[in-house]
């Protein structure tokens, strides 16, 4: 089955204290993104990535970073996480590498995450 | 100014009438749109996408787009209770990665 597989669904963690949250797809796609969805302000692209070893902000990358060795894979590392990154994370994918231009995203199941 | 703005909502609608969902966006250079229907606490799942002005139609649901006044908005014929949801509109634009830009939903409560 094509699909973006995101884990953890659930975790919560204390302020500080580095985590990683995994992101694979299985449909060969070159382009990914990671979105944080907030009450009232809507999905808001945090970094993406156009292709291998190419990644590049979005609108809200602080305290956020990723990497691309795979194709497949693209994981979310908090480095030091603080209450305000408490929020519901997708992961999406796009066949084209034109981003969203042609295809939209498949997302993720997402990720939610508390930090006390 | 948000870059996408959609109503809030909740819309309510009784079931089998139509709901009409709309959006504005404000980069005239957007080329692609589309919309994607959220259940709470789930992914967002899509639903059509359009490129073109006019309309597209996709079984019960037909997506509007008026380029000249940057305005997208998706029908639902028909209306059934599984169709309650918040309903995203996004679009994409060159540039930043082409990535998607969202507004923040307009929830859509279909009532027996």
């Known amino acids: 089955e094509a699909q973006v597989t995101q884990n953890p669904r659930y975790l919560i963690t204390v302020t500080g204290k580095k985590l990683t949250v995994t992101c694979s797809q299985n449909m060969n796609h070159e382009y990914m993104s990671w979105y944080r969805q907030d009450p009232g302000l809507g999905l808001r692209q945090i970094y993406y ?18 990497s691309r060795k795979e194709k497949r894979n693209f994981p979310l590392i908090l480095e030091s996480p603080s209450p305000n990154q408490t929020s519901l994370y997708f992961c999406a994918s796009s066949l084209s590498g034109q981003g969203a231009l042609g295809y939209g995203y498949t997302f993720g199941s997402g990720t939610r995450l508390t930090v006390v | 100014q948000k870059e996408v703005e959609q109503n809030s909502g909740p819309l309510s609608v009784p079931e089998g009438a139509i709901a009409s969902l709309n ?90």
């Open chain 1, 49 to 66: 990535s156009m292709n291998v070893e190419v990644t590049d902000k979005g609108d809200v990358p602080e305290g956020y970073k990723v």
């Open chain 2, 23 to 112: 959006c504005t966006y404000s980069d005239r250079g957007s080329q692609s749109f589309f919309w994607y229907r959220q259940y709470s606490g789930k992914s967002p799942e899509l639903i059509m996408f359009i490129y073109s002005n006019g309309d597209k139609e996709d079984g019960r649901f037909t997506a509007q787009l008026n380029k000249a006044s940057q305005y997208v908005s998706l029908l639902i014929r028909d209306s059934q209770p599984s169709d309650s949801a918040t309903y995203l509109c996004a679009v994409a634009s060159t540039g930043g990665g082409n990535k998607l830009t969202f507004g923040t939903g307009t929830q859509l409560k279909v009532e027996l």
